[in-house]
């Protein structure tokens, strides 16, 4: 197996298919690795950790056919660094040898024959609009938990709603939720869990144009241009969001976005922990004051201009999840309806009814 | 912390005198003057705490209740209530707090304090010690005996040697003289092990210890503790008074009548703790993230097993399903004597409230487990601690625990 391809479309493709290798590979050494493939014409990158696999292919002009996996973070970090337009790499043995320029390298490969079997793509998709898809990821995605504890939360919830698609997450301090009508990824009242991290790969190669998406038993593809993105379907029962959603808030909030986003940013950096910071926020009809409290630190405060409809309230929030509803609701002017300070409050964008951000305050003394 | 030699020392060792038996002879005036001992009633409980009208028979703490009973048969024996001895501990300790904010608590009947920056206000340390003495007795009816030093271990030497009802100051530039005479067992650290090997050495007062080079110490003793005899024996001791804000962590332990083997007894016992845990967490508006289990065999060995729980709880249910599960990783075979379960990494109840994801009171974690575990903790503190039980705990053949602890 030989072949030469232009050095940053290479660079490209191994960096994306690199990006679901293993960081840690426990039991299975060769998922450190990337499995390289030439075809006619082109090679196929695999990076797995077994949840998630991405395959990419790319145009090369090759010799012969052949497998072999080599050292995945090494051979991306040397394609990023090589000079030259073209770069050449050839398996002699069971090293595989790097050209470009004045540079050559020979790298041991891993064995080929470990590498796990990847799961077939189904052979229908649907087309969806990536845009769209890729918008809605970026609202939903970070409300994911990202601790392996709870499986059932590290997933974003892809349901058949109403003819269109409907992606929930939840960390269990927040929920974030959003509607793609007519977008009829799912049939009938089909649903499942997707895992974030997974996703948040989709969501990075996302471009302008349609995408294909392939739901199999226990997994789904999502092909974005030449990259195939394969993650598992995580089981078990996603909890019941509707019925954490309130009907009725008797404290509604309009304020400026990007005024509200600025003041927690100031009001945060007077805490022990900006990220985990609770920002009160005092409602009444005149406006909204922002205030920290940090022992041995200091305080700070600041107040915002807003309109406010409901009963004078203090009502305390993490500064990240705030900033994190802040960022995904989007717009210019962000509702926020409370109930009291002791229960979940809702962000939303008035013009744009699709997405909905759910916040458990923080109790405070 | 040490202080230069003529200045008045600042550090206050403050040790309550046969704190839960005074606690119970205030309680109810007909038991003053009379023997009361407190501690597990059951065969094989122990004494926690003996009045000095009981110690006249021989009894102090940690002897087998079934010993002292024999010692003095007219006795008052009393199974604690550690309830009335800790609100009467918060009495005292706020009356310690008055004179300043470095009060460091060592247990419910005892505490340190560096009075050396309240001089102005309420003058020297032997002076104030004077205050506390009559205030805490003014105050709660309890006697408190104070010692005062320049160092900790000083002061509580001085205490220990003024009880009961006492007040020993250590004068800077006599520490020696005080401290030389006393058997070397009065050090801190100098258990039965270490002090058969000092008297191998021909040790037998700190004046002996003061007199071996540091070396040698740590040839017969090893490294730390030989370092740290050296130390004391020429009164070194640069800890300082840190005053503590909160309990580190939250317990329950059981010793049983006799020793379980069987897997679902156990399980049931595990349970049970974890809910009395639970209910303390809640009571004192905390939160823990660590779950350790205690086990002690027939042949009193101990082995732990610890837990860190992905957020910080005290519901009883998620408390007991962890210690539940580590439970199963050890081996009752050689019959269980003791369970203890602990939360530990304690955190105010303050901090992110979560969603009520498991709405229909399914797993724990759902409010309406904590509104459940909350109602229970209401009937109980008005109806007692057994007067809701687990089913699993019900069904349970009866027989009580033999001792408890805190």
């Known amino acids: ?365 | 912390m040490t202080t230069a030699a003529g200045a008045p020392p600042s550090i206050l060792h403050c040790d309550l005198d046969a704190f839960f038996a005074s606690v119970e002879q205030l309680h109810d005036p007909a038991l003053a003057g009379r023997p009361v001992v407190v501690g597990g009633l059951g065969a094989r409980g122990v004494v926690a705490a003996a009045s000095y009208e009981a110690r006249r028979f021989g009894i102090h703490s940690a002897m087998p209740m079934a010993r002292a009973r024999r010692a003095c048969p007219d006795g008052v024996f009393l199974a604690p209530r550690f309830d009335a001895y800790r609100d009467a501990s918060r009495a005292v300790m706020t009356i310690l707090g008055s004179f300043t904010s470095l009060v460091e608590p060592i247990a419910l009947d005892e505490a340190f304090l560096d009075v050396g920056g309240s001089r102005r206000r309420w003058g020297t340390g032997p002076e104030i010690a004077v205050v506390i003495r009559d205030r805490v007795h003014a105050e709660t009816g309890l006697t408190v005996s104070v010692g005062v030093a320049t160092t900790k271990f000083l002061a509580k030497l001085a205490s220990d040697r003024s009880k009961p009802d006492g007040l020993l100051v250590i004068e800077p530039g006599t520490e020696t003289a005080f401290l030389h005479p006393l058997p070397v067992e009065a050090l801190w650290g100098v258990g039965p092990a270490t002090h058969r090997r000092l008297v191998a050495l021909g040790v037998r007062t700190v004046g002996d210890l003061a007199t071996l080079g540091e070396p040698t110490l740590i040839g017969a003793l090893g490294a730390a503790r030989g370092r740290h005899l050296h130390a004391l024996a020429h009164n070194r001791d640069d800890r300082a008074v840190v005053p503590e804000r909160a309990v580190k962590s939250v317990g329950h332990e059981e010793t049983f009548a006799v020793d379980h083997r069987d897997p679902a007894v156990l399980a049931r016992e595990v349970a049970h703790l974890a809910d009395r845990v639970a209910a303390r967490l809640r009571a004192a508006g905390q939160r823990g993230r660590t779950v350790q289990l205690k086990v002690r065999f027939a042949d009193f060995r101990t082995v732990t097993r610890s837990r860190t729980l992905a957020r910080p709880t005290d519901l009883g249910a998620e408390i007991g399903a962890t210690a539940r599960d580590l439970l199963a990783g050890v081996d009752p075979g050689p019959g269980v004597r003791l369970l203890g379960v602990s939360v530990h990494q304690l955190g105010a109840d303050d901090g992110p409230l979560t969603l009520d994801l498991d709405g229909a009171g399914a797993g724990p974690g759902g409010r309406r487990r904590a509104a459940l575990e909350e109602s229970i903790d209401a009937v109980r503190d008005r109806f007692g601690a057994d007067s809701v039980r687990t089913a699993r705990r019900a069904a349970a053949p009866p027989g009580p625990p033999a001792g408890t602890g805190a």
């Not at chain 1, 990419?56 to 050292?71: D, Y």
């Open chain 1, 1 to 365: 197996m030989k072949f030469r391809a232009e050095r940053e479309a290479l660079a490209d493709a191994v960096g994306t298919a690199q990006r679901a290798v293993a960081s840690r590979t426990g039991a299975l050494p060769v998922l450190s690795g990337l499995r390289v493939t030439l075809g006619p014409g082109s090679v196929e990158l695999v990076g797995s950790d077994l949840e998630m696999t991405i395959r990419v292919t790319t145009p090369v002009q090759g010799e012969g056919e052949g497998s072999a996996v080599l050292p995945a973070r090494l051979f991306a970090d040397i394609l990023a660094r090589l000079d030259g337009d073209t770069v050449t790499v050839e398996l002699v043995g069971e090293d595989a040898r790097i050209e470009a320029g004045r540079f050559a390298t020979t790298l041991r490969t891993l064995s080929v024959g470990e590498f796990p079997r990847l799961p077939e793509v189904p052979e229908n998709g649907v087309r969806v609009d990536g845009a769209a898809l890729a918008e809605s990821l970026r609202q939903v995605v970070p409300a994911a938990s990202r601790d392996d504890a709870r499986p059932i939360l590290t997933g974003v919830l892809l349901a058949a709603h109403e003819g269109g698609l409907r992606l929930v997450a939840t960390d269990s301090y927040r929920l974030a939720m959003r509607d793609l009508p007519g977008v009829s990824m799912l049939a009938g009242d089909q649903r499942v869990l997707v895992g974030a991290k997974g996703l948040a790969e989709v969501q990075r190669l996302l471009r302008d144009g349609d995408i294909e998406v392939f739901l199999a038993e226990r997994d789904v593809t999502f092909r974005v241009g030449s990259a195939d993105i394969t993650t598992r379907l995580i089981e078990g029962e996603f909890p019941n969001y509707q019925q954490l959603i309130p009907s009725d808030y008797p404290n509604r909030l309009k304020v400026s976005r990007d005024l509200l986003g600025a003041a927690v940013n100031r009001v945060r950096l007077v805490s022990q922990s900006r990220d985990t910071a609770p920002i009160r926020i005092r409602m009444n009809p005149d406006g909204i004051e922002l205030s920290a409290v940090a022992q041995d630190i200091g305080e700070a405060h600041e107040s915002v201009e807003a309109t406010f409809d409901g009963g004078e309230l203090t009502v305390a929030f993490n500064a990240q999840f705030l900033l994190d509803g802040i960022e995904s609701v989007g717009g210019s002017v962000i509702e926020l309806e409370t109930q009291d300070p002791l229960r979940p409050a809702v962000m939303r964008n008035p013009e744009a009814p699709d997405f909905l951000y759910l916040l458990m305050p923080v109790r405070i003394a």
